[in-house]
């Protein structure tokens, strides 16, 4: 039972790491995001190439504020966690606006 209770400060410590190495940045046609330690990756893609977007709340992120925005395209997901709602919600718009206004072919 005292493992579960060392197991809590572990978890704490390897999201705040996480949290702190993860970048993002979004310009005009792009959407990329980047993180890790030592298995760096990075992710990008363009926005007019977007399925769906989601915005979510956990429970924590409900309680400070935050929200996570998903980006989904054919080749995957790009999810941006611990954001604050409103720049979570301009993200959303951002990307939403970008697909709807765009006339380019998706192919």
Not at 40 to 45: G, M, S
Not at 74 to 95: F, H, K, N, S, Y
Request: no cysteine; glycine share 6%.
């Amino acid at each position: 039972a005292a493992f579960a209770f060392v197991a809590v400060p572990i978890e704490w410590a390897r999201r705040r790491r996480h949290v702190r190495r993860f970048r993002w940045d979004l310009t005009r046609d792009e959407l990329a995001a980047r993180g890790g330690v030592v298995d760096a990756w990075t992710r990008q893609t363009l926005l007019r190439k977007t399925n769906g977007v989601r915005l979510r709340r956990t429970w924590f992120e409900r309680r400070h504020g935050l929200a996570t925005v998903s980006v989904s395209t054919a080749a995957g997901a790009i999810t941006i966690g611990m954001l604050p709602v409103d720049e979570a919600a301009a993200l959303r718009d951002r990307v939403l606006a970008s697909v709807l206004t765009d006339d380019r072919a998706w192919m």
